[in-house]
């Protein structure tokens, strides 16, 4: 089983202002709310793939309920604790010619709640993996990932740790089985200024030769590389789209990676499965659904200049026969 962890998860209010002018009164053209949360993504990208996942958390207050009944009605199993005061943050997405953010700080997480999350975390146990993504809350420990891996170390679980700067560096003392920061970040890691996946290689190596089983580096448009746990190097492109939206594609990337290893598939091929994942939700207004990963897919194999993979071919002519099946049923219902 794959668990993912969002310490601090929040609804994501995007807004697309006409007129951005500080100081006066500005109107949106159209609003979306989006669950959001790296671990959350993560899960909602690995329910679309039919790859089951449970998304586990701390959450709180109105926004928190309707968080988790977003979960419920999408099929995303969850494990959250229900904090008895606060309120599960809000971040503000204004969405002009540049995108603005205004981040919530989320509720004070008291110490009975953080021992009720660790107990729970007890059923993460051999052979099944856990993924460590996101922001840690003002009211948690610095080290509060630490605290898990090693808590939970020694129970043969995979650790998969999406952080910046020194959550991740601290995190390679567990030897997490992957770990997937991007060029900037590891640019910030190592006070270098780098961009394409081949520039980035050697800091992938540093970070495996750290504790790092596999390394992947998302470069944006310019690719992303895999450093994978037998010493191989592999490099992917990305295919080519038109931006709507980058928050969730690192972490779709992870999904993506993990819903085709934890079927078998080899590493190169997990890692453009990946790619395409990425893309897909950067090209999407939320995290991508099934139909526009598979077209990324495509798109990407052919812009490589190589054949599907047979597995991954077979997958997606089936989900395009179960789409054929829902539309034909709904046609029927009206």
């Not at 793939?49 to 995303?76: H, N, W």
């Not at 939320?286 to 897919?297: E, L």
């Not at 054929?324 to 046609?331: G, M, N």
């Amino acid at each position: 089983m794959i668990y993912t962890m969002t310490l601090n998860p929040a609804l994501d209010y995007v807004m697309h202002p006409l007129t951005l002018d500080m100081g006066f009164t500005n109107r949106s053209s159209n609003e979306e709310l989006h669950c959001g949360g790296n671990g959350i993504n993560i899960s909602t990208l690995l329910n679309e793939l039919d790859v089951p996942s449970i998304a586990m958390g701390i959450a709180a207050g109105f926004t928190g309920d309707y968080l988790l009944r977003c979960l419920q009605e999408k099929g995303v199993a969850s494990n959250f604790v229900i904090l008895d005061r606060g309120y599960t943050r809000i971040n503000v997405k204004l969405n002009g010619i540049v995108m603005t953010m205004v981040n919530g700080m989320g509720p004070k997480i008291p110490e009975k709640k953080v021992n009720e999350l660790l107990e729970r975390m007890d059923i993460v146990g051999s052979d099944d993996t856990l993924v460590l993504t996101g922001s840690i809350p003002n009211s948690l420990p610095e080290d509060m990932y630490m605290q898990i891996m090693r808590r939970l170390g020694g129970r043969g679980i995979q650790f998969v740790v999406d952080a910046p700067g020194q959550l991740l560096m601290e995190s390679l003392e567990a030897h997490p089985f992957l770990i997937k920061p991007n060029n900037h970040e590891v640019g910030r890691i190592f006070g270098a200024e780098i961009e394409e996946p081949d520039e980035c290689m050697p800091y992938a190596h540093k970070l495996q030769d750290a504790g790092a089983r596999n390394v992947i580096i998302s470069c944006g448009g310019h690719g992303s590389l895999l450093l994978d746990e037998n010493g191989a190097e592999h490099v992917v492109p990305t295919a080519k789209i038109r931006l709507v939206n980058a928050t969730g594609a690192g972490d779709s990337m992870v999904g993506g990676f993990l819903a085709q290893v934890t079927r078998g598939v080899d590493y190169e091929t997990a890692l453009i499965f990946a790619s395409a994942c990425g893309t897909a939700t950067a090209a999407s207004k939320g995290i991508a659904k099934r139909s526009t990963i598979d077209r990324v897919v495509g798109a990407l194999y052919k812009k490589m200049g190589r054949a599907i993979p047979g597995s991954i071919a077979r997958d997606m002519e089936a989900n395009k026969a179960r789409e054929a099946e829902r539309e034909a049923a709904e046609k029927a219902e009206k």
